[in-house]
């Protein structure tokens, strides 16, 4: 009679073990499709994206020349909408002129990271499509330039609500980082010597 009590128990036990792991499979699953939090802290319009991005393009330039004229030690200051302006506008998601209307406001693509800058980090989140299902992945880290190649060191990874320590993700980022093609898009113009965020902006030194 023991022996019969102590194997329902087992199996009992057995039971309510595979349901809590599957609560806990469902609870990590819901985590991950949840949209979070945008990264960004404010929203831009269109037409402050397109100013924002030109903005850009006259800073960099102004790196260049001093560069051009042996002025070393020059920096500039980039912030969270010039960024996001000169990426959305590399997308075709942005007029060329935000006074032109032969191009209506177009929503950020899905795959169009939208850019915040904290303290000393960057953070990018853009939306995955595993079999169909939007999954929004989010990613936080430090830059630094080495070898004329921009250099990214992860320091938080999500997947819809669910963090993942940048521990674990960081050898397969890394490995992904260090693929010819996307060394190829990493690589920095020569008058660019280093990348940073510093106070919530990206600082560009020549």
């Known amino acids: 009679m023991a022996t019969k009590v102590e194997k329902k128990s087992g199996t009992s036990i057995w039971k309510v073990a595979r349901w809590a792991v599957l609560m806990a499979l469902i609870a990590v699953i819901f985590l991950m499709l949840q949209k979070p939090a945008p990264s960004s802290g404010s929203a831009a319009s269109v037409q402050e994206l397109v100013t924002a991005a030109k903005s850009f393009d006259a800073k960099l330039i102004e790196l260049e020349k001093a560069h051009e004229q042996g002025v070393n030690g020059t920096s500039v200051e980039i912030t969270e909408n010039e960024l996001n302006g000169l990426i959305q506008r590399s997308a075709g998601q942005l007029p060329s002129d935000a006074s032109s209307p032969s191009k209506p406001p177009v929503e950020p693509a899905g795959n169009v990271p939208q850019i915040a800058m904290t303290g000393e980090e960057i953070t990018g ?77 990206m600082v560009i030194r020549s």
């Open 125 to 201: 989140q853009f939306i995955a499509q595993p079999y169909g299902k939007d999954v929004y992945v989010t990613i936080s880290a430090k830059l630094s330039a080495e070898n004329g190649h921009l250099v990214v060191h992860p320091t938080g990874f999500k997947i819809g609500n669910l963090t993942i320590p940048a521990s674990m993700v960081d050898g397969f980022l890394q490995k992904k980082f260090a693929e010819p093609e996307i060394q190829e898009k990493m690589k920095l113009p020569g008058f660019i010597r280093d990348v940073r965020i510093e106070n919530g902006k």
